[in-house]
């Protein structure tokens, strides 16, 4: 098994533009989350989804936007990158229970 | 509201000595408690969670931590430590009433030095 599979694993972009992150898991997991970590804030929880087609806000959502039109994927979308954007992106899942998450190994995006 | 508090931000250690990192959190209800490890460059790992039942909980790699309800804590230790712990360990806990709202409140992190 796959896991949870993030794309891409790097990317720089200029001020203003517009990217979508790609979370991907094979796990069959109802729940999914994006968090972004910075150096001495450690998680933070931007969307979450707890099944197809439903998304919620976590705590630092703002400038950013999710779409989960398959349980396997949840997309995360930046419409217009600013450098406060800049920092390590981890997608997340896990069942319908508590078992813990397994997290995806990270999306760096640089913005100038 | 729940809060996670790792009190040391970096442990340094010599390889095989014991080591401690501490955890504690605030909550008024039952609680789900997990420790993940994120080596460099890398995603997070789970590492071991208690759940419910006994109150020391074995882990991946020999580490394994006990659940304190009294002091409000989750203490991750290991007896001997190896040069490959050296990375980021997480303390995180779960409402047990949650429902459907599944998410976690995260600790800062600790960051656990090995030296040879």
């Known amino acids: 098994n796959a896991g949870v599979t993030q794309t891409p694993k790097f990317r720089v972009l200029k001020t203003g533009q517009s990217m979508t992150l790609l979370c991907a898991q094979d796990m069959n997991h109802e729940y999914m989350y994006w968090y972004r970590q910075d150096p001495g804030m450690g998680l933070r929880l931007i969307h979450y989804s707890v099944g197809e087609g439903t998304t919620a806000k976590g705590e630092v959502p703002d400038g950013y936007n999710v779409s989960r039109l398959k349980k396997q994927n949840f997309l995360l979308g930046l419409e217009s990158a600013a450098p406060s954007q800049t920092s390590v992106y981890f997608c997340a899942s896990s069942p319908r229970g508590v078992y813990g998450y397994t997290f995806g190994s990270g999306t760096r995006l640089t913005v100038v | 509201a729940q809060s996670v508090t790792q009190l040391d931000s970096q442990v340094p250690v010599f390889e095989e000595a014991p080591v401690e990192l501490r955890c504690n959190y605030s909550?008024?209800?039952?609680?789900?408690l997990f420790w993940y490890v994120q080596y460099p460059n890398q995603g997070l790992q789970l590492l071991l969670k208690?759940?419910?039942?006994s109150t020391l909980v074995k882990g991946i790699n020999g580490f394994e931590a006990e659940f304190n309800k009294s002091q409000t804590s989750f203490h991750l230790r290991k007896p001997s430590v190896h040069i490959s712990d050296t990375a980021e360990y997480f303390c995180?806990?779960?409402?047990?009433?949650?429902?459907?709202?599944?998410?976690?409140?995260w600790g800062l992190g600790t960051s656990l030095g090995v030296n040879p």
């Open positions: 995180a806990v779960s409402e047990g009433n949650a429902g459907n709202n599944r998410k976690l409140i």
């Open positions: 909550s008024s209800v039952s609680v789900y």
């Open positions: 208690y759940l419910s039942g």
